[in-house]
């Protein structure tokens, strides 16, 4: 820094020769210490042993047989590893209602959230892109309403969507809880893919219809290939987000359709039997693995999925 | 006569804002015509709309004689080229050419033919397979020119198409648009801000401001005779000199005087009658006051004493000082001045404008 | 887009027909869902609905009964507490945070990628980890003991004084990393030539943030606050998971008595009227925003 600013002012160095060589020269001395620097690292390494604490703890009392658990303490590593309570987890362990263990639960997420994260992405992004690009009259309207709706609170709406998905026969099914996660999904998505489309040039959008294509041919044909790394970012919303629901799954849904989040819920706080600790934490791991891996994978898109979800809140 | 775009009192609102207010214009068949102004002008809402982007409140348009108002813009007839190019990034530049022609689906064979043809016109052969982020700025806005030329349209429009370039760029493809025009021989709308372009390009130049057409002339009229106070302040660089004055008689011919100096008008040619005693401006480019040894014999003579000299190669700028005025002349880049040298002037009243104070006309 | 109708010119419902056609589900979604289900919600909150809605109008009765529930009382006790504390700590925390990793330091990538993992989590992973390690027999508590402090003492989720603290531990696991990143893009989002001048100007660090980047900072702490405040408002999963409510009642809030009132104790015009209370505390939060954003917006400019 230091030596680059005197390169800068090559005008003053001939005047200034001689206070140059008497003074300070070449780079500036480095600091590896300094108090600031331990001050820095010291405060953001306790905070993130606090933040990886409870991840750390639930690991270790996974793979502890339940004897060790009531001797020793939470944090000490386990003398002897056993997977026995995953396996336990994954197909034995009890709700209260079955004892097939959290698979099922597994497998109703997996039905859920892939359908809802595709259908919800494709009506959003048709939703922005309309916004965005062909402006009918009434459309902010609309829009303003969606936006607003993003911040009242679930369960003022809950009940009337109950009615209308009873009405239509589709209440406790599946398919019903798709429609509810593509409804609450499309203002924060709607809005994603509407700033997105607004960001592209609109002279390309332009260029299009002067080249004769449509509202789809300009869809499918120019913003869609565009749009790909959006289109990344708010599967990662949605995956993520749909996955760890928990109130929608038990309202709109019969038992044999429960997300994997009411399952485990239903296993860790059911309050038959002894309490299983290790097979507890081995569920929590199970049901949190989707999500992380998605995290973890992802990265930064992650950050900016969820800077673009925050204006939902 | 014969004409290709015909824009009758169109007029365009944003809710309560008239961006375009009851305008009227004729393009003629192969015309090349600029529309000139600052940003805001409305010269490119006025280009949107004869596309056929933009919905009109009011009026209609023809192109080649036919009522398009309503038309979409792919069935107008046109072909646009845009400032920021507008290729479609994520195909190759072939088939960019084509995407409009496979939109209409057009035949295969068809399809290469025109897209050869227009990469020929156009020297961008080697090209073909690349896509646009691989390509120069020049480059781009060939691909866009010819994304245009494939259409095979009656009109080409040319929004601020030169405008992402660097000079240099920008006056070598200006060469290039202008001889595509004369081998083409197609109409083709201009919109730019940039009075160079303007008068190199154009067979005439319609000057906007706040929606409204000031002139429509050839250049050597627009820039010789502006028709108003603005079109004359906002062509040429520099500036036309003004004076605030008013009109008097001396002699029983027309004067104008500005800060007790009295300027002859010997010469001018006026548009309605120079009355005495009129409030007006005097206009007169850099390059029509002749400095000392380039007076001609029996001219007018003022004393002016140089400010500031600005030398610029082939030109040299000398900004006088003149009966408290501050005006630019425009002499040979070989002569040169010290400022608070005195130096004595003539106006060639012949190249002059005067303008009505109050309405801003052109006397 | 007035003026009087002319020749030629096309309906103007069919103009962008494909336009609105595609957007029929935006439109179903935000008027008969978000609008009319609000609205649905807020009228049957007069009635005295049980078991199944009905139109039958008892006016401020179902309000009244609200506010003369100890439950609700104390959901809203909870909720104020757990809001103010996860407002002032999540901000505090989240800025901290985030200021350290605008040092130019190393592993940021790491320390972030730390700080943020508990955000991907659902709130039912969240409250289940968190109810393991406040477990009083084999939690922190009884390690600490074993290390020799016998006397040490805490046991949030068994008390019902101070439960509602063992949540916001979890909560703000939870949802610090988010402030932390909003904050931590707001400092990247303002000018290296401002710490600059500071620098030239021999201004300290400390100094620099507390009069110069928070106060430019203000539209983010703005969303921040909001995106906080009404994700507390919501808060559910992690009660049901940690506490399931209790002890007792202890640690009820709001958003849990209306699920419970709606479809547990079928009791609909008291869920109804509770959570059109919660629309009303939402709407105290996002309209002054809105209108700080929206309806200010020009005048600050």
Same mark, same amino acid.
């Given at each position: 820094m230091s030596d680059r600013t005197i390169q800068a002012r090559p005008a003053a160095a001939a005047g200034a020769l001689v206070a140059t060589l008497s003074g300070p020269s070449g780079a500036k001395p480095k600091r590896r210490l300094s108090g600031r620097n331990i001050m820095i690292y010291g405060t953001l390494f306790v905070a993130a042993a606090y933040y990886l604490l409870p991840l750390y703890v639930m690991v270790v009392t996974s793979l502890k047989g339940m004897p060790e658990i009531r001797l020793g303490n939470i944090f000490s590593p386990p003398l002897e590893i056993t997977f026995e309570p995953w396996v336990k987890a994954w197909s034995s362990a009890c709700t209260g209602l079955n004892c097939d263990g959290l698979s099922r639960g597994f497998w109703n997420s997996v039905r859920i959230t892939i359908p809802s994260t595709i259908i919800s992405i494709m009506i959003a992004s048709i939703n922005g892109y309309a916004l965005s690009n062909w402006r009918f009259k009434g459309a902010d309207f609309f829009f303003t309403i969606l936006i607003v709706g993003a911040f009242i609170p679930y369960q003022v709406m809950i009940y009337p969507i109950v009615i209308v998905l009873r009405e239509i026969g589709l209440y406790g099914s599946l398919s019903g809880l798709v429609i509810v996660h593509t409804i609450f999904g499309m203002p924060i998505l709607t809005l994603l893919f509407r700033n997105y489309f607004a960001s592209l040039p609109e002279e390309l959008f332009k260029a299009a219809r002067i080249d004769g294509a449509g509202f789809w041919a300009i869809y499918f044909r120019i913003m869609l290939p565009m749009a790909l790394p959006i289109f990344v970012v708010a599967m990662i919303l949605q995956i993520t987000g749909i996955w760890n629901d928990f109130l929608f799954g038990v309202v709109f849904t019969r038992p044999e359709y429960y997300p994997m989040t009411v399952q485990l819920n239903n296993i860790v706080n059911s309050v038959q039997g002894v309490k299983e600790y290790n097979v507890n934490m081995a569920a929590t791991i199970l049901t949190g693995a989707v999500p992380l891996l998605v995290y973890f994978i992802s990265g930064r898109l992650f950050v900016r999925g969820i800077a673009a979800g925050a204006v939902k809140g | 006569m014969n004409s290709s775009v015909s824009i009758k009192d169109l007029s365009l609102s944003f809710g309560a804002v008239n961006v375009l207010e009851n305008l009227n214009l004729e393009i003629r068949d192969g015309e090349f015509l600029v529309l000139l102004g600052s940003s805001g002008c409305g010269k490119s809402t006025l280009l949107n709309c004869i596309a056929g982007l933009l919905d009109i409140s009011e009026g209609q348009v023809f192109i080649k004689g036919k009522n398009v108002t309503w038309e979409e813009p792919k069935d107008r007839g046109i072909g646009m080229v845009f400032q920021s190019y507008a290729?479609?990034?994520?195909?190759?530049v072939e088939k960019n050419l084509s995407f409009g022609l496979k939109v209409a689906k057009t035949p295969q064979a068809e399809i290469d033919k025109r897209v050869a043809r227009a990469a020929e016109i156009l020297q961008i052969q080697p090209l073909l397979k690349r896509k646009p982020s691989e390509l120069s700025g020049g480059q781009r806005q060939r691909v866009a020119i010819g994304r245009a030329l494939v259409r095979d349209v009656d009109v080409f429009l040319f929004d601020e198409p030169l405008s992402n370039l660097d000079a240099k760029l920008r006056s070598e493809l200006r060469v290039e648009i202008k001889r595509l025009h004369q081998s083409l021989k197609n109409t083709m709308i201009y919109v730019t801000h940039d009075q160079i372009e303007a008068l190199t390009l154009a067979d005439r130049i319609a000057i906007m401001k706040n929606g409204v057409i000031q002139q429509l002339d050839d250049p050597i009229a627009i820039y010789n005779a502006p028709r108003n106070l603005f079109v004359a302040g906002f062509i040429g660089s520099p500036s036309m000199n003004f004076l605030n004055g008013e009109l008097a008689a001396r002699d029983g011919k027309p004067v104008f005087v500005a800060n007790g100096v009295t300027f002859g008008l010997d010469g001018y040619d006026a548009d309605g009658t120079l009355k005495a005693g009129r409030k007006a401006v005097l206009g007169v480019r850099p390059e029509h006051i002749k400095v000392n040894e380039d007076i001609a014999a029996g001219s007018e003579i003022h004393d002016a004493i140089v400010d500031i000299e600005e030398p610029m190669g082939a030109d040299n700028l000398l900004w006088l000082k003149h009966a408290g005025h501050t005006m630019s002349v425009r002499i040979n880049g070989s002569r040169r001045f010290q400022p608070g040298t005195a130096v004595k002037l003539a106006f060639d009243m012949t190249m002059a404008s005067v303008f009505d104070a109050e309405t801003e006309l052109r006397i | 887009m007035t003026g009087h109708a002319q020749a030629g010119r096309p309906n103007r419902l069919l103009r962008n027909l494909n336009a609105k056609i595609a957007s029929i589900p935006m439109m179903l979604t935000a008027v008969v869902i978000f609008l009319g289900g609000t609205l649905w919600t807020v009228l049957y909150s007069f009635t005295n609905s049980k078991l199944l809605p009905r139109l039958k109008f008892v006016g401020l009765e179902q309000y009244e009964r609200l506010w003369s529930t100890p439950r609700w009382l104390m959901s809203i006790e909870n909720l104020a507490v757990f809001g103010v504390f996860s407002l002032v700590f999540s901000l505090l925390i989240g800025f901290v945070l985030a200021a350290l990793m605008d040092q130019?330091?190393?592993?940021e990538n790491t320390f972030r990628t730390i700080f943020l993992y508990p955000f991907a989590l659902s709130f039912i992973v969240t409250g289940l980890v968190w109810q393991w390690l406040l477990? /009083?027999?084999?939690?922190i508590q009884s390690v600490v003991r074993s290390l020799g402090w016998t006397s040490f003492d805490f046991? /949030?989720?068994?008390?019902q004084e101070i439960v509602i603290y063992g949540i916001l531990i979890a909560a703000l696991w939870q949802g610090t990393g988010l402030v932390m990143c909003l904050m931590l893009a707001g400092l990247r989002g303002i000018d290296e030539d401002i710490w600059k001048a500071a620098r030239v100007d021999g201004i300290p660090t400390w100094r620099t943030y507390v009069f110069i980047i928070i106060p430019m900072m203000r539209p983010v702490f703005i969303t921040t606050l909001v995106i906080i405040a009404s994700g507390i408002v919501r808060v559910y999963d992690l009660v049901v998971a940690q506490t399931s409510g209790g002890p007792g009642i202890a640690s009820e809030v709001p958003a849990k008595y209306v699920y419970d009132y709606m479809f547990l104790a079928q009791n609909l015009g008291q869920g109804f009227a509770a959570s059109t209370m919660m629309l009303l505390a939402v709407a105290i939060i996002i309209v002054p925003w809105a209108y700080l954003e929206f309806g200010g917006g020009r005048k600050r400019v």
């Open positions: - | 290729l479609y990034p994520q195909m190759t | 130019k330091i190393r592993f477990n /009083p027999e084999f939690g046991n /949030p989720l068994y008390n």
